[in-house]
Structures are given as C-alpha cells and as structure tokens.
C-alpha cells in the first residue's frame, strides 16, 4: 500500500476520520485465501473490511461500499474504477464513535440502491427482511414479534414468513426451513434426482440442487439451477445479471432507518 499523503493519490480528498484511524492503527500484513485486503480487529464489532486497489492506493470506506452496492445492482461490468485488492492488514485500538458514524453513513448510501422499504414492516420489524422484486416480502421471523429475542427461544428456530406487498402473509415454512420453501417443494424437487442429490448451491434468486449424473462415482455432478419461483432456470437466466439488491438480507434494526432514509430522500417528512 503506498503512502496515502502522496499528492498523485486520486483518493486524497475522500478519505474520512475511519480510512485515517485505520491507516493510522494497521499493526500487520498478511495473505488471507489469495486475496489480500484490510481488516480492523474490533472487541464486540464485526470486522470491517478495507480495500486497496490494483495502484496500491487505500480506498476509502464509503468508496468502497458504494462500488460494493453497485456491484449487487447493476453487475460487475458497470461498475466503473472497480477496487482490486492487493495486500491485507490488521488494524487495533479504540476508534470511539468512528465506525458507529461509518455505519450511518452506509445506510444512507444503502438506502439508494435497495428497493422501497414498506411502512408495514417497520411495525415491529422481523430479525431480517428481504425486498423480492415482485414487492412481495420475505422474513426471518414474523412481523410485529420483535420482542421475542434469541434469549427467550434459547435455540428454537425462526420460521420465514412470505409476505404480499401490504403486509399479509400468504405463506409459513416450518422451523428450520430456508426460505425457498415458501414458494416451491424443495425437499420433494431434491427428491426427483435420487438419494445423492440434496447439496444446494445458492445465489441471488435462484437455488441450485447437485446430484450424480449416474451411480457411477466416476462421473461427476451436476447442478440444476431453478428460480426463487421453483421454475428451472433457462440458460438466458443463468447469464442475466441479477438485481442482488433484492435478495439481500436487511436486518432489524435497519429497517425503520432505511425507511426513513428513503422517506426523506422522496420529501415525505413529518
């Protein structure tokens, strides 16, 4: 990574108080995986990833993040001065109120990309949400029970709620089961290609069921993907970009902050 305060730094004037601190507290350098990149170390946060591109310059948090949501959305081929990571680092100490203020910022920035949140699900919000691009609705937990914490179902699972695009819930799975079950049989299509089958693949909107092409261990697996509607994928849809936007879990106390991002962003204050 180059020195940040060289003048040739196209980054210079972006960077914020976080992209300091972390440039300013990196400790160590090592090779996660292949890919390198920089991690902060912080007691009781989750790990924040930093980035430097294929020149070596630091790229800063929030130019990061939104290249990050244009990748969701658009694909990665529009997404212009695409960041390569090229060394990692680990950063420690006590960044205050820094990466609270970071994560503010990035829910406004994420407010622009995902879909409109609804008034309905900020009523009690769900342990997480995810916007379909029919406007339907899908949920880790049902809405209007957020006051049943994981200590009060000690290791219960959380059923997924499908929900139509006001609020009334059209489907339940059982406990335990992913969220594909509200709109097609999982299980019974997994069955149809014998005891082998059943490692599913994932990606935004689509799930993949692997299985032996023959009992011939020899021969190797295959995978057939379907949509989230449980209609098997045409290769034309296994090419498309997908809106990942739409499959992305947004989480409870999220919600009513996205929804009064976007709400303000359209002038509808109170």
């Known amino acids: 990574m180059r020195d940040i305060r060289e003048e040739t730094n196209p980054y210079r004037d ?25 991690w902060y170390d912080l007691p ?6 930093m980035s ?24 990665a081929a529009a997404v212009s001065a695409e960041s390569a990571c090229t060394n ?7 960044p205050g109120r820094l990466l609270y203020e ?39 937990g049902e809405v209007g029970n957020q006051d049943i914490m994981w200590p009060d179902r000690r290791f219960d699972l959380l059923r997924h709620y499908r929900y139509d ?17 509200l709109y097609f049989d999982l299980e019974g299509e997994m069955a149809k290609y014998g005891e082998d089958s ?16 023959d009992e011939d261990d020899g021969v190797p697996t295959q995978l057939e993907w379907f949509t989230y509607r449980g209609a098997k994928a045409t290769k034309e849809q296994n090419e498309a970009v997908v ?18 991002l976007q709400q303000a962003a359209a002038g509808n204050t109170t």
């Open 102 to 140: 970071l994560e503010e910022e990035k829910l406004r920035i994420k407010a622009t990309f995902i879909p409109p949140v609804p008034l309905w699900l900020t009523n009690g919000p769900p342990e997480s949400a995810m916007l379909l691009p029919d406007g339907e609705v899908v949920t880790y």
């Open 44 to 49: 009781g946060r989750e790990t924040l990833y």
């Open 243 to 260: 809106d990942r936007t739409h499959f992305m879990e947004i989480y409870a106390a999220e919600i009513p902050v996205l929804y009064e």
């Open 165 to 181: 695009p006001e609020g009334n819930i059209l489907d339940q799975t059982e406990p335990g089961q992913p969220w594909w079950n």
């Open 52 to 75: 430097v591109d294929s020149a070596g310059w630091l790229v800063p948090q929030l130019t990061a993040f939104r290249q990050q949501m244009e990748r969701m959305k658009y694909g």
């Open 198 to 213: 059943g490692l599913i693949a994932s990606r935004p909107g689509y799930v993949g069921i692997i299985h032996h092409t």
């Open 14 to 38: 972006d960077y914020r108080e976080w992209d300091y601190w972390g440039y300013l507290n990196s400790t160590s350098v090592y090779e996660a995986n292949g890919n390198y990149s920089i």
């Open 88 to 94: 990692s680092f680990t950063a420690r100490g006590e």
